[in-house]
């Protein structure tokens, strides 16, 4: 049964929206977050691996605000968390998707330990790639939270990212 939510930029109401849905019956809730910036084939991948670890469980997605990705990222993101969040709640793998408005530049995992705190995942799948691992490991352990490292050069697209994107329509530009 694939659920989703109005888009929303607070957990609580997503908290809400899940007890209404659920009551108080808890079920498993795989969580992952990420900047999906220019929507591709590899984010969709990664979203199907996720919700697939556990089964059945409920996908909830954290979509990366503006300024988050802008600090990591300079020159992004290309398009904004606006569309980002309603492309990614589009995508019948997610049930549930939010704007992260908790992290900030100076503390990019703050959202992630938000939603530990708040949602109480059961697992939280991230790729290999993704920045501070270790750090989001420990979070993992903290919260007692599952920790899930997809690896991307399994992916049916290992090449495929948001800058490989960006840098052939830069070198298509140049000819």
């Given at each position: 049964?694939?659920?989703?939510?109005?888009?929303?930029?607070?957990?609580?109401?997503?908290?809400a929206?899940?007890?209404?849905?659920f009551?108080?019956d808890?079920?498993?809730i795989?969580?992952?977050?990420?900047?999906?910036?220019?929507?591709?084939?590899?984010?969709?991948?990664?979203?199907?691996?996720?919700?697939?670890i556990?089964?059945?469980?409920?996908?909830?997605?954290?979509?990366?605000?503006?300024?988050?990705?802008?600090?990591?990222?300079?020159?992004?993101?290309?398009?904004?968390?606006?569309?980002?969040?309603?492309?990614?709640?589009?995508?019948?793998?997610?049930?549930?998707?939010?704007?992260?408005?908790?992290?900030?530049?100076?503390?990019?995992?703050?959202?992630?330990?938000?939603?530990?705190?708040?949602?109480?995942?059961?697992?939280?799948?991230?790729?290999n790639?993704?920045?501070?691992?270790?750090?989001?490991?420990?979070?993992?352990?903290?919260?007692?939270?599952?920790?899930?490292?997809?690896?991307?050069?399994?992916?049916?697209?290992?090449?495929?990212?948001?800058?490989?994107?960006?840098?052939?329509?830069?070198?298509?530009?140049?000819?």
């Amino acid at each position: 049964m694939i659920i989703q939510v109005h888009l929303t930029n607070e957990i609580t109401e997503l908290k809400a929206a899940h007890k209404h849905l659920f009551g108080d019956d808890k079920p498993i809730i795989t969580f992952c977050s990420g900047s999906f910036d220019l929507l591709h084939p590899g984010h969709v991948w990664f979203l199907e691996r996720a919700k697939r670890i556990i089964t059945p469980s409920f996908l909830f997605v954290a979509v990366g605000s503006n300024a988050v990705i802008a600090y990591r990222k300079p020159g992004r993101p290309i398009v904004d968390e606006t569309a980002r969040l309603k492309m990614i709640n589009s995508l019948s793998v997610v049930d549930f998707c939010y704007l992260d408005t908790i992290s900030t530049p100076r503390m990019p995992l703050a959202g992630v330990e938000y939603a530990f705190m708040n949602l109480k995942p059961d697992v939280y799948v991230v790729e290999n790639d993704a920045f501070e691992i270790a750090a989001r490991h420990a979070l993992c352990e903290a919260y007692n939270v599952k920790f899930h490292v997809l690896n991307k050069s399994e992916s049916e697209f290992p090449k495929m990212s948001t800058t490989a994107i960006i840098e052939k329509i830069c070198e298509r530009q140049k000819k």
